[in-house]
């Protein structure tokens, strides 16, 4: 499914996590690699230095850039990794790269410094707007059973056992399920395909409220509005399984009623989850999971790497 990996740089600590998880599936894949960095000069310069920056530090910036991108490939160890330093707006520099290859991994955050490419707007823009899917990875320190492993000095998994794949059954969903099951089938993992209700959003069309057991609870929202989404879920559930299975990979199914976003970050912390791989956006109707706010919320708060699937055709 990948043949060609592009992992965007700064040097940061998350660039390298990224840049580790490009080439654990890298290898899977027996894909190429290449590692870019991008200079990014105007914002070096600043707003009020009309005259740009000078030659020396324009050198420093790249010699800067250059040691960032020769670290990550270092890490390739034996793998063949391109290594690039190109001079633009970061992510409209990664966009463009992005076309020559069939996925990117990138960290969400990376320096503050004049020269940084990872900023949380260009890994956004770079997700939302990407000809092929995404693979973003960010900083540690969100609490979860990855980062305390992080934090005590071991690095969080790159052979991933569990892959989380959302689905409400939609085109997008669909598009991320075959990412999914390539991955799962590549690292021998087992497939988790989940489904939630969102309550809240039924809640809303029905003109109710959610109730006293909260977003996470049904309350007054009546098992007549309920049950055809739970079934419409356990039907997209069981789809993924079942191609997972033709596959020869493992899968389990889960549907739940809540917060789509709070309960998916639950459910990969406590099911040990390694991966997620994700649709963007998916029905705009009650029974939706795979909204734009979703995908964000597990990008921010999940510590396991989040490849993210637009649909086809979005935004062209």
Known sequence: MYESILAPTDGSPTADRAADHALALADAFDASVEVLGVVDLDEAAGPFDAGG??????????????????????????????????????????????????????????????????????????VRESPVPVVTVRENGGGSATDDAAAAGSEPALDYDDVLVPTDGSEAAEAAVDHGLAVADAFDATV?????????????????????????????????????????????????AQRAREAGVDAVTEVGEGSPGSMLVDYADDAGIDFVAMGTHGHSGLDRVLLGSTTERLIRNVSVPVLSVRPEGDGE
Do not use: C, F
């Open 192 to 240: 988790h395909a989940v489904h939630v209700v969102d309550v809240g959003a039924v809640a809303g069309g029905a003109g109710v409220t959610a109730g006293a057991g909260g977003a996470g609870a049904a309350g007054p929202v009546g098992g007549d509005l309920l049950e055809p989404m739970i079934e419409n879920g356990e039907e997209a559930t069981e789809r993924v």
């Open 53 to 126: 920056i000078d030659e020396e530090y324009r050198d420093r910036l790249e010699t800067e850039a250059q040691r960032s991108v020769d670290s990550a490939a270092e890490r390739a160890g034996e793998q063949t990794v391109e290594t690039a330093v190109v001079e633009g707006e970061p992510a409209e520099t990664i966009l463009d790269r992005a076309a020559d290859h069939d996925l990117v991994a990138m960290g969400t955050h990376g320096r503050s410094a004049v020269d940084r490419v990872l900023t949380g707007s260009t890994s956004a823009q770079v």
